[in-house]
């Protein structure tokens, strides 16, 4: 992947998986690439810079969260990603560059090697949840509480298909079912979906993106 070899991606993959000890919600994606440049080597390509307008805040808390997953996530808003780059044999930078100039970058997340009931059990346990015309984003926020992992959104598929999750309004009549069911209906009304993803360090974390790509 990337260019790189088996020994080279290892190594990136395995700074890539220490997790961050700062805030990020509320924080610009320049701050969280500055905070996560103290221990990976970071560069930014020079036709990317004014991307970093300042004007976008990260919502979302990934505190504890790996650093390549926090790394791709708070820069994608952006139109940016992450791909690295060899230097030589023992050496792999980091390099953020406009997502259409990189055929590959570090994903948001991998795929779970192991199954959902495994890694995310909460997922499976019954409650009893309801929303009697809640904001979708309240009605998350709730439900990742519970289930005890973060939920990050795909801004940009939403900024495309025009849904703001502040402003559309769920119904849910109180019933009792598992989490994920819960879940994928609620997001069903919204015209979105969750995949469950896991960062660097294999910890379980929700990804909400709209229906349509």
Request: aromatic share 8%.
């Amino acid at each position: 992947a990337f260019g790189l070899s088996a020994d080279q991606f290892v190594a990136i993959h395995t700074r890539l998986a220490l997790p961050i000890t700062f805030s990020t919600k509320g924080q610009t994606p320049k701050s969280v690439v500055r905070s996560i440049s103290g221990d990976v080597a970071i560069t930014v390509d020079p036709d990317s810079l004014g991307a970093f307008d300042d004007e976008w805040v990260i919502p979302e808390e990934m505190s504890g969260m790996s650093a390549g997953t926090v790394l791709a996530a708070a820069i994608r808003p952006l139109g940016l990603v992450v791909v690295p780059k060899a230097i030589s044999e023992t050496n792999v930078r980091l390099v953020i560059t406009d997502v259409r100039k990189a055929p590959q970058s570090w994903p948001i997340g991998w795929p779970p090697e192991k199954e959902e009931r495994e890694i995310a059990p909460k997922m499976f346990e019954f409650f009893t949840f309801e929303a009697p015309g809640n904001p979708l984003e309240q009605a998350l926020t709730a439900l990742a509480s519970n289930l005890e992992m973060p939920l990050l959104y795909d801004h940009n598929g939403m900024a495309r298909h025009k849904i703001d999750p502040a402003k559309t309004i769920i119904e849910f009549p109180e019933s009792r079912s598992y989490y994920k069911k819960v879940l994928s209906r609620v997001l069903f009304q919204a015209k979105m979906k969750s995949d469950l993803r896991v960062d660097e360090a294999g910890q379980p974390f929700l990804w909400v993106a709209p229906l349509k790509k």
